[in-house]
């Protein structure tokens, strides 16, 4: 509770004097001590000692405390919400101080505006999410074509009658080797595969994030495999790429209005079993 910070924050400066205003870390450990309290109060209250935010106050006590905010947030590189929520709550306590009277229990939630640590951790959690499925979108958009390129190498029929679809749509006598072959339709799946998950995580995904929606989201951009190799069959090189486009943004989109368990039910064999369809 915030009040309670504010009777600590009194208490600490009546117990240390003008010493605790030279001595930041001092009073992060004190503070931290005497009131339940998060590491982002604690470092936008620091920041107002260090930044010299506190000394303005005790300057200049009756100066305009949102001024005094916008340049303890442009000093201390912390957002402005933080800083005005600092500077009140050092104004308050001070004033305190100076009178010799224990500021009364108040609601000061109102004026609490600093982020709690879990939203900050649940955002870096979603970004680490969109990053994951893209990155199994590309993957898997390329595999196909890395595959018939070594399967090429090693002389494998469906290879062969992979290649033959592919250059059937292309320039008329087109023969690509294994290397060429890869290079090309790996790319394309590859930058198909990423473009395709990450559409589908946007359009699917508008509720938070939690480990289902990511579940299903890398389930669902899996199937830009299964989208690159009908891809290429059917469309030559640009299939490599519109294939694993459309399905990984349809699967992952599915995987997050309709869960995991959805895309399951449609995903296809994979890594053996999608040749065999040619």
């Not at 990053?131 to 062969?160: E, F, K, N, S, Y």
């Amino acid at each position: 509770m915030t009040d309670s910070l504010l009777m600590a924050l009194y208490e600490t400066v009546r117990e240390y004097g003008p010493s605790i205003f030279s001595t930041p870390k001092m009073f992060e450990i004190v503070i931290a001590q005497k009131a339940m309290t998060t590491p982002k109060e604690v470092e936008a209250l620091s920041a107002a000692l260090h930044h010299g935010a506190v000394s303005d106050l005790l300057n200049r006590p009756t100066g305009d405390p949102i001024a005094l905010a916008a340049s303890l947030a442009g000093r201390a590189g912390i957002p402005m919400h933080s800083a005005k929520w600092s500077v009140e709550l050092w104004r308050t306590a001070l004033r305190h101080v100076k009178d010799g009277v224990p500021p009364p229990s108040i609601d000061w939630d109102s004026l609490k505006v600093v982020a709690p640590e879990p939203a900050e951790r649940f955002s870096r959690f979603a970004i680490l999410s969109f990053i994951a499925v893209v990155l199994v979108g590309a993957i898997a958009g390329m595999a196909p074509g890395i595959l018939c390129a070594v399967g090429l190498t090693r002389d494998q029929p469906q290879a062969h009658r992979l290649r033959s679809l592919v250059e059937k749509h292309e320039v008329p006598g087109l023969h690509m080797g294994p290397r060429e072959f890869g290079g090309w339709t790996g790319s394309l799946g590859a930058f198909g595969g990423a473009l395709g998950a990450a559409l589908g995580w946007l359009v699917g995904n508008q509720r938070p994030a939690n480990w289902t929606r990511l579940t299903g989201g890398l389930i669902g951009a899996l199937w830009a495999f299964d989208a690159a190799a009908y891809g290429m069959a059917y469309l030559g090189l640009t299939g490599a790429f519109i294939g694993p486009l459309l399905g990984a943004t349809g699967a992952v989109a599915v995987a997050g209005w309709l869960g995991p368990f959805a895309v399951l039910l449609l995903l296809k064999p994979a890594a053996w079993g999608v040749f065999s369809h040619f």
